[in-house]
């Protein structure tokens, strides 16, 4: 499927920041391996593996600016105070990684890496029987179609993530 978001210029850029992302996770846990998904449409963006076991399923993201266009660096301090202290992501990456971790029997993550303030946030979706760790609201809202901005926005289901959790961890790099 060469028609995907990700095919783009645009696109291969965000998926190049999320090669990025992981390539700092294994500086900051060199005993665990990140292992990418090897076809684009995937519900997930990488497994992640502990001495040579499947230990865990993630979503990774990086986002440099709240705004693009305006080049608004996205900063901790800007969640938590314009967006609620939650932080917004399509409710259809919670819950694909909800499935695996049903299926699979391990934890899921979503890890946000800040590269303004090199600091990455890992959220703990769920624990590795798929009960939901973090309190997650979701409604209908209007968001941007995806990373090419051409395409405009959309509403769709979202989920919200609070920052105050305790299986919340803020990761400095």
């Known amino acids: 499927m060469k028609n995907l978001d990700c095919h783009t210029v ?4 965000f998926i190049d920041a999320q090669y990025d992302t992981t390539d700092i996770l294994k500086r900051l846990y060199p005993s665990l391996i990140f292992v990418h998904s090897t076809n684009d449409s995937q519900a997930e963006d990488c497994y ?7 230990s865990g ?13 305006d080049k608004v660096p996205y900063k901790l301090e800007t969640i938590k105070s314009r967006y609620n202290n939650e932080y917004l992501i399509t409710k259809t990456k919670i819950d694909n990684l909800h499935r695996i ?3 699979k029997y391990i934890p899921s993550f979503i890890f946000l890496n800040l590269p303004s303030e090199k600091k990455i946030v890992r959220f703990k979706i769920t624990d590795a029987n798929g009960n939901f760790v973090t309190p997650i609201q979701s409604r209908f809202t209007r968001t941007m179609y995806s990373c090419n901005d051409y395409k405009g926005t959309t509403e769709r289901e979202n989920a919200f993530l609070p920052l105050d959790n305790e299986t919340v961890m803020v990761l400095n790099y």
């Open 10 to 13: 645009r696109g291969r850029k």
């Open 57 to 69: 399923v993630a979503e990774i993201k990086c986002r440099p600016y709240i705004n693009r266009r």
């Open 101 to 103: 971790s049903c299926i």
């Open 48 to 54: 992640i593996y502990h001495d040579k076991k499947l």
